[in-house]
């Protein structure tokens, strides 16, 4: 029982970094779709100090405006 809590911990900890690295390249971290993974992952130790290291670590460009035909129809007329 001590190892499967162990094995757990140590993979909710991988999974809940790898979710908020990808969500963060995603930009989607101030989205509702990060909110319970922020609301589960908030307790681990480092968490948060994390959250705030990734713009260091991955820097990020806004991503390009849409181009959507409603965009190109508008411009257009």
Same mark, same amino acid.
């Given at each position: 029982?001590?190892?499967?809590?162990?094995?757990?911990?140590?993979?909710?900890?991988?999974?809940? *970094?790898?979710?908020?690295?990808?969500?963060?390249?995603?930009?989607?971290?101030?989205?509702?779709?990060?909110?319970?993974?922020?609301?589960?992952?908030?307790?681990?130790?480092?968490?948060?100090?994390?959250?705030?290291? *990734?713009?260091?670590?991955?820097?990020?460009?806004?991503?390009?405006?849409?181009?959507?035909? *409603?965009?190109?129809?508008?411009?257009?007329?």
């Amino acid at each position: 029982r001590k190892l499967n809590a162990e094995l757990y911990a140590a993979f909710r900890d991988e999974l809940c *970094f790898r979710y908020a690295k990808a969500m963060y390249i995603a930009n989607e971290l101030g989205t509702p779709k990060a909110t319970n993974m922020k609301s589960q992952c908030n307790a681990l130790k480092g968490f948060k100090a994390a959250l705030e290291a *990734f713009p260091i670590m991955w820097p990020t460009t806004n991503p390009p405006p849409s181009s959507s035909s *409603f965009t190109k129809r508008r411009i257009e007329s």
